[in-house]
């Protein structure tokens, strides 16, 4: 019996990587289980991935789900960009990491990440009218009611089509700006939020281009006092989990190599971490409980146990997963190694 298998990658795309994906058919449901999946390849000339005179990228398959869109026997397969010889990619941050997942797995990292998006249509975001602006920002933010919450029919068909897809989606929630959403993954390992954030945002795309509407995760789509998108990013390390000095411990090594990922945390960060917003400014670092005005928040509950995890409030809305989560495990688990 054939079965669908559509192959996803993550292309060369600057300042922001895109999504891409094509068809493959194939003649059996076992052929379409991770371990049989063959590997595959596509021209890396017209995705920003190589020259045209030599043109060839594979498709490593490394996840695989059910397709919730297609429905039946039809397959997701998440790919890796390798280069013909075999060698990661240059965009392939995935690969990148592999090795520090592991090598902190001790650790036992675990990250929810509040992936926050924009629907547009006809250029302009769900919610905006034609030639003006829609009343000021306060009435939207889980916002009920056809004056308030703009795209709920997409947004309900994508947490279905997550949870169909077996992602580890946490919940949902309407944005501060009209046509503005939230989808949270997690808490999972940094690899696993990192393949299923991909995923989701796939998903997100898809369902909104049927409904004839754009998926965007732009961190600062409309200019002026309009809240950007972001990608809270929520960490913990199983000491973090049972104790308080961990958590500060982390705070203080995030500290001490902010600049370094800020410039991770996607393409714009300083359109949107100008200070206001509900956001800090990216040339500075804070910490502080219940502050949406930190770098970092403490939950409140996370102070009153004395355990728990951190919300790195900074990375974009437009950021890379397998980056971000890369570079707090990697600084996070090095300090608290010590
Ligand atoms: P906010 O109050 O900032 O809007 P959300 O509820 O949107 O927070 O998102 C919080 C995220 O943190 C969820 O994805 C949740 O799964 C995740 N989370 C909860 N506990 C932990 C933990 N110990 N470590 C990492 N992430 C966690
Ligand atoms: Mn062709
Ligand atoms: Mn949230
Ligand atoms: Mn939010
Ligand atoms: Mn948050």
């Given at each position: 019996?054939?079965?669908?298998?559509?192959?996803?990658?993550?292309?060369?795309?600057?300042?922001?990587?895109?999504?891409?994906?094509?068809?493959?058919?194939?003649?059996?449901?076992?052929?379409?289980?991770?371990?049989n999946?063959?590997?595959?390849?596509?021209?890396?000339?017209?995705?920003?991935?190589?020259?045209?005179?030599?043109?060839?990228?594979?498709?490593?398959?490394?996840?695989?789900?059910?397709?919730?869109?297609?429905?039946?026997?039809?397959?997701?397969?998440?790919?890796?960009?390798?280069?013909?010889?075999?060698?990661?990619?240059?965009?392939?941050?995935?690969?990148?990491?592999?090795?520090?997942?592991?090598k902190?797995?001790?650790?036992e990292?675990?990250?929810?990440?509040?992936?926050?998006?924009?629907?547009?249509?006809?250029?302009?975001?769900?919610?905006?009218?034609?030639?003006?602006?829609?009343?000021?920002?306060?009435?939207?933010?889980?916002?009920?009611?056809?004056?308030?919450?703009?795209?709920?029919?997409?947004?309900?068909?994508?947490?279905?089509?997550?949870?169909?897809?077996?992602?580890?989606?946490?919940?949902?929630?309407?944005?501060?700006?009209?046509?503005?959403?939230?989808?949270?993954?997690?808490?999972?390992?940094?690899?696993?939020?990192?393949?299923?954030?991909?995923?989701?945002?796939?998903?997100?795309a898809?369902?909104?281009e049927?409904?004839?509407?754009?998926?965007?995760?732009?961190?600062?789509?409309?200019?002026?006092?309009?809240?950007?998108?972001?990608?809270?990013?929520?960490?913990?390390?199983?000491?973090?989990?049972?104790?308080?000095?961990?958590?500060?411990?982390?705070?203080?090594?995030?500290?001490?190599?902010?600049?370094?990922?800020?410039?991770?945390?996607?393409?714009?960060i300083?359109?949107?971490?100008?200070?206001?917003?509900?956001?800090?400014?990216?040339?500075?670092?804070?910490?502080?409980?219940?502050?949406?005005?930190?770098?970092?928040?403490?939950?409140?509950?996370?102070e009153?146990e004395?355990?728990?995890?951190?919300?790195?409030?900074?990375?974009?809305?437009?950021?890379?997963?397998?980056?971000?989560?890369?570079?707090?495990?990697?600084?996070?688990?090095?300090?608290?190694?010590?």
């Amino acid at each position: 019996m054939s079965v669908k298998a559509e192959y996803i990658w993550i292309d060369g795309t600057e300042p922001t990587a895109q999504l891409r994906s094509k068809t493959r058919i194939l003649d059996s449901a076992e052929k379409a289980k991770l371990e049989n999946l063959p590997i595959w390849g596509f021209d890396g000339s017209s995705t920003n991935q190589a020259e045209g005179t030599s043109s060839d990228c594979q498709l490593k398959p490394v996840f695989v789900c059910p397709d919730p869109v297609r429905g039946g026997t039809s397959v997701l397969v998440l790919c890796e960009v390798l280069n013909v010889d075999g060698t990661p990619h240059s965009t392939n941050t995935r690969a990148l990491l592999s090795p520090i997942d592991e090598k902190f797995a001790a650790q036992e990292s675990w990250f929810g990440i509040e992936q926050e998006y924009t629907l547009f249509k006809d250029g302009r975001p769900l919610g905006f009218p034609e030639g003006g602006f829609p009343g000021p920002q306060g009435p939207y933010y889980c916002g009920i009611g056809a004056e308030k919450a703009f795209g709920r029919p997409i947004v309900e068909e994508h947490l279905d089509a997550c949870l169909a897809a077996g992602l580890q989606i946490s919940g949902i929630n309407a944005e501060v700006m009209p046509g503005q959403w939230e989808f949270q993954i997690g808490p999972a390992g940094p690899l696993e939020v990192s393949d299923h954030i991909w995923i989701a945002r796939y998903l997100m795309a898809l369902i909104a281009e049927k409904h004839g509407v754009v998926f965007s995760i732009d961190s600062k789509p409309m200019k002026g006092d309009w809240n950007g998108a972001g990608a809270h990013t929520n960490f913990s390390t199983k000491a973090m989990r049972e104790g308080y000095d961990p958590i500060i411990t982390a705070c203080e090594a995030l500290g001490e190599k902010f600049l370094e990922h800020v410039k991770a945390y996607g393409a714009g960060i300083e359109d949107r971490l100008t200070g206001a917003h509900e956001t800090a400014p990216w040339s500075e670092f804070s910490y502080g409980v219940s502050n949406r005005a930190a770098s970092i928040r403490l939950p409140w509950q996370v102070e009153i146990e004395r355990k728990g995890y951190l919300e790195d409030r900074r990375p974009n809305a437009n950021m890379d997963p397998y980056l971000v989560t890369r570079m707090i495990t990697d600084t996070c688990c090095t300090a608290l190694e010590k």
